[in-house]
């Protein structure tokens, strides 16, 4: 076998370099990653259409816990309203990344790019 029909498969010179200056960089981690990050939209906005609605129902229904509960018998009203205000922010969370998810997709369509 000649010697050059051991390292057919292997680059050399300039396009080893290049491959190993992309990996480099492919690889490095230098705080950067979350500006270049992707997420899978189709299952944020599943998510967020499905659990917007469940968590402001949820914080409907601990207010009207809260309304009903008497500092006697049961938790205190309180804390049915501290759960009420996280159920409201979370649905406002989810209800802020539809948002985003939109922004998202119309700078995509713009852009031409793939919403994958």
Not at 83 to 97: S, T
């Amino acid at each position: 076998m000649a010697s050059h029909d051991r390292h057919r498969n292997y680059p050399s010179g300039r396009a080893a370099d290049r491959q190993a200056r992309a990996a480099a960089v492919r690889w490095r981690h230098d705080g950067s990653e979350p500006r270049w990050a992707r997420s899978d939209l189709r299952l944020r906005h599943l998510l967020s259409l499905l659990f917007a609605p469940i968590f402001a129902l949820g914080g409907v229904l601990l207010l009207l816990l809260g309304a009903e509960a008497t500092a006697t018998a049961g938790p205190p009203p309180t804390l049915y309203t501290a759960l009420a205000v996280c159920c409201f922010l979370l649905a406002l969370v989810a209800l802020v990344d539809l948002y985003v998810i939109r922004r998202r997709k119309r700078e995509q369509q713009r852009w031409h790019r793939s919403s994958s």
